[in-house]
């Protein structure tokens, strides 16, 4: 075996390594969702953005000092990590947030799990990432699946008309923006930083561009006294941002920004577990349907690329 092919080899989405942090970030982030919810009360969205990725870039520092990596990007580095910080830790989130004023937060899981579909693309056309017919059929049956949980979505709505709409295109502009930021940081720009560091200081950059953007809009910084919105702040922030990010990223870096996506299948599947215990989700027979169809869709689109992954270019 060639050295090429053992990388290959070392990459599949079926080694432990790689399935056992598939499944992590999927838990986790379909845990998010729930919490989001809640920070969306008194506090303008934007400064709970803010807030969550202040929280998370300290806790990145921290953890990069412990390991005695660089805490420092040259000016090359700071230029990635500004357009990844606008486009992950600003856009995406406060589009996010945004969407979740008008639509439920299990609506806008599921939309979320559409994030593969732009990612193979601008994958395909950035990276030269390659798509098969294989991955083409088992992201149209996690589609189906994920249609059918969209419905069921839908119905419980509590609100109908333009409000529903106006929540579906701040999803459509989080996902666009999302993926723009996996392609972004894939990139063998990116790529030439410390993927640790460079995320740190994206974060920060991030948190920087929303307190901005909020002080602009909203005003001054709002906080609420309430227990569960700083424990928020930090599961979010912590768990949900400074844990994951880096794991999710490096996945990227290593099996393809459309497989990594993966992950927004499994999500809104997980949310909607949550939601079950913790706000009274009702399982009917159309949600089953779509649940089984989005997982059955993602085994065949991972086996389908089993044998060879395209790499990025080190």
């Known amino acids: 075996m060639n050295q090429a092919a053992a990388a290959d080899a070392d990459t599949n989405f079926w080694t432990p ?23 969306i009360s008194s506090v303008p969205p934007v400064w709970s953005v803010s807030y969550r990725f202040l929280a998370a870039s300290a806790a990145m520092f921290l953890f990069i000092a412990m390991r005695r990596q660089p805490l420092t990007l040259d000016r090359r580095g700071h230029f990635w990590a500004v357009l990844l910080g606008c486009s992950q830790f ?98 063998e720009g990116a790529r030439a930083h410390p993927i640790l560091t460079l995320i740190a200081w994206a974060m920060l950059w991030g948190a920087l561009f929303d307190a901005l953007f909020a002080l602009a809009t909203v005003g001054p910084p709002v906080v609420e006294p309430r227990f569960t919105y700083f424990a928020g702040i930090l599961y979010l922030g912590v768990i949900g941002s400074a844990v994951t990010f880096p794991i999710y990223f490096g996945l990227i870096r290593e099996i393809g920004a459309a497989q990594a996506a993966y992950t927004g299948v499994i999500v809104p599947i997980v949310a909607m577990v949550f939601s079950t215990f913790l706000e009274g989700y009702v399982w009917s027979p159309l949600a089953i349907g779509g649940a089984v169809l989005a997982i059955a869709g993602l085994l065949y689109a991972m086996r389908a690329r089993r044998p060879k992954l395209t790499r990025i270019p080190a």
């Open 17 to 39: 390594r790689i399935l056992l942090s598939f499944l992590l970030i999927s838990l986790i982030w379909g845990s998010t969702w729930i919490v989001i919810k809640d920070q």
């Open 90 to 187: 600003a856009f995406n989130f406060n589009f996010v947030y945004g969407a979740e004023l008008y639509i439920t937060s299990g609506l806008v899981a599921v939309m979320f799990a559409l994030l593969m579909v732009p990612n193979a693309i601008l994958g395909r056309i950035f990276l030269g990432q390659r798509i098969t017919a294989g991955f083409v059929i088992g992201s149209g049956i996690a589609i189906a699946g994920i249609a059918l949980l969209f419905v069921q979505e839908y119905r419980l709505a509590p609100v109908g008309g333009s409000a529903v709409f106006i929540g579906i295109g701040l999803t459509m502009m989080a996902i666009l923006s999302a993926s723009t930021a996996n392609i972004l940081q894939a990139s």
